[in-house]
Each structure stands twice: as structure tokens, then as C-alpha cells.
């Protein structure tokens, strides 16, 4: 199966579980992929036939900077979310990165990764964002 591949997109977010957290905000980076078949999108050049990556930057911007939450695993569900809402998206893997998590040691980063599918690659979730 083919792959449309985002690293690194970054926002600062007031995700976390403490009132600092909240208050402050820190940074947060995303690594999404989806999987789809873009041979159509190769045959014809047409962007419709395709996720816009742009778009999809866009939207995984939106979730990182958005409405906080306690988890990055519920940060993480949104994106995978998002990402499932395309057209003909089959799988998704999203890795959120906290890099300024309140961790008392000496760390490089933290982050979770989720992997969801659907069942019915050709329908389109309203993505939520």
C-alpha cells in the first residue's frame, strides 16, 4: 500500500495533566501516515484523487494547537481522526512528541504513537478537527 508521509509538523499547545502545563503551554510535534493507493493520483495528476498534504498539515496544526487536553494519546486519537477522514485513507499512524514533558530526569523526548484503520476505505469521515 502507497504512503503520504508528514514529520515534524509543530505547534505549541497546552496539553498536560498539570495547571502549568495549561497555563504556559510548551511544544508539540506530529509524524503522520497515511495509507492509500495513489496510483490514481499518479495516473492523472489530479490533487482531488489524493490527500492534500497541505491540508492535512493544516489540520494536524489545528488539533496540536488546539483544545487542550490531559493525554497526548487523546491528542493523538484526534489527529488519527483527521487523518481518517480523507478519502480513501485505509490506515493511519500518528506520533505525538513532547519534548518538553514534565519528566524529573534527563530526556530526549516522549511521545506516543496510535495506528488505526477503517473498514471501508472509500467512505469519508467528517474529520474532526
Not at 81 to 86: A, E, I, R, T, Y
Request: hydrophobic share 40%.
Amino acid at each position: 500500500m502507497d504512503r503520504i508521509t508528514l514529520t515534524g509538523i509543530r505547534a505549541v499547545g497546552h496539553h498536560g495533566v498539570f495547571d502549568h502545563e495549561r497555563r504556559e503551554g510548551q511544544p508539540f510535534l506530529a509524524d503522520v501516515v497515511l495509507w492509500l493507493d495513489l496510483a490514481p493520483a499518479a495516473r492523472t495528476g489530479d490533487l482531488e484523487a489524493t490527500v492534500d498534504y497541505g491540508t492535512l498539515g493544516q489540520q494536524v496544526h489545528d488539533v496540536l494547537a488546539g483544545e487542550p487536553v490531559d493525554l497526548i494519546e487523546t491528542v493523538a486519537e484526534r489527529i488519527a481522526d483527521v487523518g481518517l477522514g480523507h478519502a480513501g485513507v485505509h490506515r493511519v499512524e500518528v506520533t505525538v512528541h513532547k519534548p518538553q514533558a514534565p519528566i524529573p530526569v534527563p530526556f530526549g523526548d516522549v511521545a506516543v504513537t496510535v495506528i488505526r484503520s477503517r473498514t471501508h476505505p472509500t467512505q469519508s469521515a467528517s474529520p474532526s478537527v
